[in-house]
């Protein structure tokens, strides 16, 4: 034989073996593709629910302000799971917004066709996850996942804004200093260093002051040409009981609940007392008028069930409460015309 001959049939080999093996796993290959795009949907879904919907809808969707969206029958794979009617109603509520009958609530339009930041593509992937039951990613994308995973329920709260320079170095350094239990060298360590930076005017000085700067638009009531002042008065409590790691007002603050830069429109002092008291004792249907109900047949008739919350009872004294529900209470829309209350705009 050849070389030529050997080369030849060694080729044909090669070719026929390749066909071979594309015709086997091409169906493989095929599943694959459809896998890793509802996976790649589902994962970018869950990070834009996190980003825009969790602080309305729970970062599990259980529900907050806004009604529930873990229901059974809009996961894919459930008997009463309908594609074409779900992904319809989802993408029409979604895209255009709703208005709620609750004065100061509504559910802003996303899609970018209606003045929203979300463009279609956005819309289907945050629809793809919510179809897929796996509500507990958006979670780990929330703003504070580790702050809340780290803290059992009934804990004082970390400050999430150290506002002195020393505050500052210990966060970034919790090693060096000790963090809840200093010896005497790590205090004097702190001190000193804390002392060195704020004369160098150094990163941490620089750091405790931005977060002053913060805290001080947060609270309103610190006096500006003093911006290292210790900050006292009643909205401090937002901070040393950390509230503004779950929730925020105004511009201070992150996402994980929802905004109460106007809970005072949605909410009255009696209730924001009862929740604040201890949140999981309000019932379920007490913690949204927004909760949907079920619709069965053309009867509403229940609520959709609501997971416990995951805001924990923070300890504080009577009058500590008081004085946030009364601030909070008064944190009202006055100058922006509330929406009407009517039916859904989509159709
Ligand atoms: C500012 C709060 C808020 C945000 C943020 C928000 N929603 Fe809503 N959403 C609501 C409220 C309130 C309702 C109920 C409106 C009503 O009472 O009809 C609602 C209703 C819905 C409904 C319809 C539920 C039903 O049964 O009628 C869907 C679906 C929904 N939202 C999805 C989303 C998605 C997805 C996002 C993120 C892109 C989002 N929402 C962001 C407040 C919000
Ligand atoms: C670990 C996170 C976390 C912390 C800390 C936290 N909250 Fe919440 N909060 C939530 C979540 C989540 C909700 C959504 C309510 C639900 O589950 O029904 C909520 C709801 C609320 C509501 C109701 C808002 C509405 O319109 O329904 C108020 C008021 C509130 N929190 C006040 C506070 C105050 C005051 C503090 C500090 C003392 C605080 N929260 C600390 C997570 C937190």
Known sequence: MSTRMVLSIAFVLFVVLGMLVYVLFEGQ???YNILTSTEEYTHVGAQLFAANCAQCHGPEGEGAIGPALNRSEWHAGDKNYDQNAVFNFIRNVVKRGQHSPQPGITMPAWSKDFGGPLNDEEI?????????????????????PNFVANIPPN??????????????LAVKNPAKYGEANPTAEQKKALSDDAAADEKANGPAYQEAQQNTEKLRVLLGNADPAKPGEKLNGLKQLFQVKGC????????????????????????????????????SLVKPENRGPNVMPWFKGNNRTEFWPMQPTIMPTIPMTDQERQRIVDYLANLKITDVALPQAGPATGN
């Open 29 to 31: 290959r095929a599943d």
């Open 244 to 279: 503004i790691n779950c929730h925020a007002i105004g511009s201070v603050g992150t996402t994980l609940g929802p905004a109460l830069t106007e809970v005072g429109s949605r909410r009255d002092a009696q209730w924001l007392n009862d929740w604040i008291k201890n949140p």
């Open 155 to 168: 804990s004082v709260q970390k400050k999430q804004y150290p506002s002195t320079t020393a505050e500052v």
């Open 124 to 144: 289907e992937r945050i629809i793809v996850f919510i179809t897929q039951d796996d509500w507990h990613q958006p979670f780990h994308y929330t703003a504070t």
